[in-house]
């Protein structure tokens, strides 16, 4: 199994700004995604199992079969023989958890794939918790898989676990999705298309009637908790929208030495687990779209065409 590559880019801060950085965990969980993707240019081959889980598999399995030969030797007498009911359901829970670790196994995997197309590509949302980005990258750089083990739960089920928790439990936060994006673009095209275009109408056309239908459908975007968690991507998916509002947060003028003080790190992470930003997203839009009819030319007065009498005034 291999994942996809593409060219990507980097950020460029300060020098002391970079050993702080490079000294986190998070920065580096990335580096090492970095260098992996970096290392294997057309693709990364992904096993189903690394060599610690393969290790831990050399005891387990044998221990299993060896569990079976038992078992299947009680099975063997009769269902008169001592025991056999138990022998029964320990066969068929072995060869349940037998199952059940082979599909972690495969689901982990294919998410470590997904999760190393989703990083070439570019597309992991900037909204996404350290927590989340973390886990993201070791996840995708294999340190999970590495550091995985295999633990039987209570109903005696062999499950693969990944800093402590199911594999499937992580959270490792989701994928920018562009439809906010551009259909916010798309509507801010066609108003400029209104203010400034051949076609363009008067203000008056403008506040009562297209302003009102964008206010309604831009309500109806923003009213379930998918489109909440869509307008928290979009305004950090933005540097200059989530710096906007930290800076009416804080009154402060969001200049590149301010964005590397704690404070504006701390507001920069809080925000995006303390801020429910549907609440003045639909207004902030509007102001987007106000602002194309405000910047607008004057319209140039047009004289009325002459009529035949005002040329014959003209003459007399």
Not at 31 to 37: G, R, S
Request: glycine letters at 6%; hydrophobic letters at 30%.
């Amino acid at each position: 199994m291999a994942n996809k590559q593409m060219s990507g880019y980097g950020l460029s801060v300060s020098n002391m700004a970079n050993e702080q950085v490079k000294s986190s965990p998070i920065q580096s969980a990335e580096q090492k995604t970095k260098n992996l993707i970096n290392a294997n240019p057309t693709g990364t081959n992904i096993a189903k199992f690394s060599n610690s889980i393969n290790n831990q598999l050399t005891q387990y399995l044998p221990m299993k079969k060896m569990e079976l030969a038992k078992l299947e030797k009680i099975k063997a007498q009769g269902s008169q023989a001592e025991g056999y009911s138990e022998a029964v359901d320990g066969i068929n829970t072995i060869e349940k958890g037998l199952i059940q670790l082979n599909n972690d196994l495969e689901q982990a995997a294919a998410k470590r794939k997904q999760l190393l197309d989703v990083e070439v590509e570019e597309t992991y949302a900037s909204s996404n918790t350290n927590e989340q980005s973390e886990n993201f990258h070791n996840f995708a750089n294999g340190t999970f898989a590495d550091e995985g083990q295999i633990i039987e739960d209570e109903m005696g089920m062999p499950r693969l676990m990944y800093a402590g928790q199911l594999h499937s439990d992580i959270d490792t936060g989701g994928e920018y999705n562009f439809e906010l994006e551009n259909l916010v673009d798309e509507e801010l095209s066609n108003t400029r298309e209104l203010a400034h275009g051949e076609a363009a109408i008067d203000i008056n056309e403008y506040n009562n009637i297209v302003r009102p239908n964008l206010e309604k459908d831009l309500n109806k975007l923003v009213k379930n908790k998918d489109s909440r968690d869509a307008v928290k991507d979009y305004m950090y998916q933005n540097p200059a929208l989530i710096d906007m509002f930290i800076s009416n947060q804080t009154g402060k003028e969001i200049t590149p030495e301010y964005k590397e003080t704690p404070e504006y790190d701390k507001l920069y992470n809080l925000n995006k687990t303390n801020v429910n930003f549907s609440d003045g997203f639909v207004n902030t839009v509007l102001g987007m779209h106000d602002a194309e009819f405000e910047k607008r030319e004057p319209a140039k007065e047009t004289k009325p065409e002459k009529t035949v009498e005002d040329y014959l005034k003209e003459i007399s």
